[in-house]
């Protein structure tokens, strides 16, 4: 996946806001809540995300994949693609996809309320 595809499905997202910082890099909000980052290398793209406790232990030790730097030294869940094989993007788009979802479901109720997210839209009885 290159930052150009990065940056098209990360914004194609619902309630999502972008951002250059931190060196150049691409950096992806929900609600202001960071989801995921391309950036910090030129020469292979890198992307961190979020993942759950289980997505974390799978990919952590898997080729190409590591613990986020910075992020992951504070204890938190988050992972880095940072070179190849890693993910396919198809399984890196699902990776981000469930990132905005965890960082989502963060927002305070009312926070995604106002940005439409995670509304149960099941029909009433």
Sequence with gaps: MTYDE????CGALPAT???VQWGGSHVWKVGGKLFAVGGWDDDEPRFTFKVSELSYEILKDMPGLRPAPYLASRGMKWIQHYDKPGLSDD????YLRQSHKIVSLGLSKKKQRELGLNQDKSPSA
């Design 6 to 9: 990065f940056n098209a499905f």
């Design 17 to 19: 806001s972008y951002v």
């Design 91 to 94: 399984d890196l788009r699902d």
